[in-house]
């Protein structure tokens, strides 16, 4: 039984069976699917291109009193929302006392008043929707613009200051097309009319202080780091410039007075929806006050007169209907930054020269003339006062003495020729014109003299 038992166990096992043949074509199919599924995956799944964030542009200059604080068109830096949000956080808040702004009572004719609060209300509703809180902030920083040497001195020049660039714009939407793309429903209309009623008559909204400037927490303007920031109204930061040019004493610019007509507003607007064709209309509306040059577009400004001169002279010819008071803003926004600039203009364009130096009958029939040198320190803008009265003879140009006829000249006496009696009339010249004499009446009437204007600080170009 034993010897049986161990013959068994020497005995060699049995061979095992192989699987079956279609078991071995499914585990070999899982297993090319294992290694071709991850590959396929790999390979067609889309590239990822991480660009490098260009640097944050940073600035610290403090601009002096005696520099008038440039205003950049509104340029963002190349910075995704996360980063610029965290950018945004790590410029502290400043520290400086923010007083509330003064308050504001608007002034004018009913009309221009009227132009002064829709366009505040645009401004308010397209840039913080609606929503009163932020409207109140942002119609807030357009007053202290108003206020400020550095901006227009229209609330309306203000608001759309730059529009008529694409690039050049303060408040995107004035140059975005937002306003063609929607309007506000007449009840947020309203509201937002209400916010800016009471802005422009005596309501301060004294978070923002002085603030000129703002932008939303998820961009970075270029200049948001060389400003103060001074406080936080939800998503939006308001900043004020640093040094004096953000203090009380720089915002007392006076207020201009009248609105200009902005053709962009038309849709909003009944006040606004005069006749636009004349792109000087804004500055055409003046009734003897200041005209603010900002309000001209750039489409009305001529070129140099060129004629192998320099870029400092224009002679320019001007539209007969045009109010005579705008003359002196187009010459100033004609003549730019310009420290030396000559504006020569004629209302009759068969009497412009078409280069200098001017006859005197061209000089005699000149309309008007803006001179400015900065280095004398001093700008002259005057009228031709027989073409246009004006309200003070200081503004008329000098009446222009006739061309002087040739003076006959006495042929000398022989010397064989006694000399007359003394009391006798000695021949002689004639007397020339316009030449007082000691011996001659005192003239009833005084010259009129130059009218002279404040000469306008060079201005590096405007933001938001």
């Known amino acids: 039984m034993?010897?049986?038992?161990?013959?068994a166990a020497l005995a060699p096992a049995e061979p095992r069976r192989p699987a079956p043949l279609y078991l071995r074509i499914v585990i070999a199919l899982l297993a090319l699917v294992a290694?071709?599924?991850?590959?396929?995956?790999v390979s067609n799944t889309p590239r990822t291109i991480v660009h490098k964030r260009p640097p944050v542009v940073i600035s610290k200059r403090v601009v002096p009193k005696q520099e008038l604080p440039p205003v950049d068109p509104l340029k963002l830096q190349e910075v995704a929302p996360e980063d610029a949000r965290a950018i945004n956080a790590a410029i502290p808040f400043s520290t400086l006392p923010n007083p509330a702004a003064r308050a504001f009572h608007l002034s004018g004719a009913a009309d221009s008043q009227a132009r002064a609060v829709d366009c505040l209300a645009a401004a308010g509703y397209y840039e913080a929707g609606d929503d009163a809180k932020g409207q109140r902030a942002v119609v807030q920083v357009i007053i202290n613009r108003m206020r400020h040497p550095a901006f227009p001195k229209t609330i309306c020049g203000v608001v759309f200051q730059g529009s008529e660039r694409s690039?050049?714009?303060?408040?995107t939407f004035t140059c975005d097309g937002a306003m063609?793309?929607?309007s506000p429903s007449p009840a947020a209309w309203e509201r937002a009319r209400d916010v800016a009623r009471a802005a422009l008559n005596g309501s301060v909204y004294r978070a923002v202080g002085h603030a000129t400037h703002y932008h939303t927490n998820w961009v970075?303007?270029?200049w948001s780091a060389s400003l103060e920031k001074i406080t936080a109204v939800d998503t939006h930061l308001f900043f004020r410039w640093t040094g004096w040019w953000g203090t009380p004493p720089a915002f007392t610019r006076g207020y201009a007075g009248v609105e200009p007509n902005v053709p962009q507003m038309a849709r909003l607007s009944n006040a606004h929806q005069g006749d636009t064709t004349n792109p000087l209309e804004a500055a055409l509306q003046g009734d003897g006050s200041l005209i603010d040059p900002a309000?001209?577009?750039d489409s009305a400004v001529p070129n140099p007169v060129g004629a192998g001169l320099d870029a400092n002279h224009f002679l320019v010819v001007l539209d007969r209907k045009m109010n005579a008071d705008a003359f002196a803003a187009l010459a100033i926004k004609t003549c730019g930054e310009r420290l030396y600039c000559k504006f020569m203009a004629w209302t009759d364009p068969k009497?412009?020269?078409a280069k200098l130096p001017a006859t005197p009958a061209q000089t005699v029939a000149m309309?008007?003339?803006?001179?400015r040198d900065q280095a004398q320190g001093y700008a002259k803008a005057l009228w031709n006062c027989q073409q246009f009265k004006r309200p003070s003879p200081l503004q008329c140009m000098r009446i222009q003495p006739p061309a002087l006829a040739p003076v006959a000249v006495a042929q000398p006496v022989a010397a064989a020729t006694p000399l007359p009696d003394t009391k006798s009339a000695v021949a002689g010249p004639a007397p020339l014109t316009g030449v007082r004499r000691k011996t001659d009446p005192a003239p009833t009437t005084k010259p009129p003299v130059s009218f002279t204007l404040s000469v306008p600080k060079a201005t590096p170009t405007p933001t938001n």
């Open 295 to 297: 309000t001209i577009p």
């Open 367 to 371: 309309s008007f003339s803006y001179l």
């Open 35 to 41: 290694v071709a599924v991850p590959v396929l995956l």
């Open 167 to 171: 690039t050049g714009c303060q408040f």
């Open 351 to 353: 009497l412009k020269p």
């Open 220 to 222: 970075v303007p270029y």
């Open 180 to 182: 063609l793309r929607y």
């Open 2 to 7: 034993l010897m049986q038992t161990r013959e």
